[in-house]
């Protein structure tokens, strides 16, 4: 596909996507399913075009939060992820929390903690082991599953 129309493929997701969070900003407070229902074709039309963010707000608009937790961490949007996860966690299947937890504090992880740790891990034992651990381990598995 064309880098043209692949640009135009995603301006019509996020035209469709925008008429959709319209309709459900529109549609009467008694039509909560009607609403709900807008809300969750605008996050499709959001996770189409590749918008992370908007498409994960729009499926907690319309109560699919497993689909939101998905697309904010395909996004990167971690803390975005764990309020969903924290907020609805009964509304989820506990291995989807469990991976997306797992995903979550890796990602802290890394950004915290990863500077001075991967300096030590480095000096004690070598670049070739610390990827070889981290490629064979369990959680290299379960995160490149996510």
């Not at 900003?25 to 009607?34: D, G, I, L, T, Y």
């Not at 039309?45 to 963010?53: H, I, L, M, V």
């Amino acid at each position: 596909m064309s880098t043209t129309t692949n640009a135009a493929r995603v301006q019509a997701f996020v035209t469709a996507a925008n008429a959709f969070t319209t309709c459900a900003r529109c549609s009467p407070s008694k039509q909560v399913n009607e609403r709900l229902a807008y809300y969750g074709a605008a996050g499709e039309c959001y996770s189409e075009a590749r918008d992370a963010k908007n498409a994960g707000d729009s499926y907690q608009l319309a109560r699919q939060y497993a689909a939101a937790a998905r697309n904010y961490r395909e996004g990167g949007y971690f803390d975005e992820m764990v309020e969903v996860i924290t907020q609805h966690r009964n509304a989820l299947d506990s291995g989807i929390c469990e991976r997306l937890t797992m995903a979550a504090q890796i990602h802290y992880f890394k950004v915290y903690f990863s500077g001075w740790l991967v300096w030590l891990f480095l000096t004690l034992f070598g670049l070739g082991l610390k990827h070889q651990v981290i490629k064979s381990s369990r959680l290299g598995a379960m995160v490149s599953d996510i």
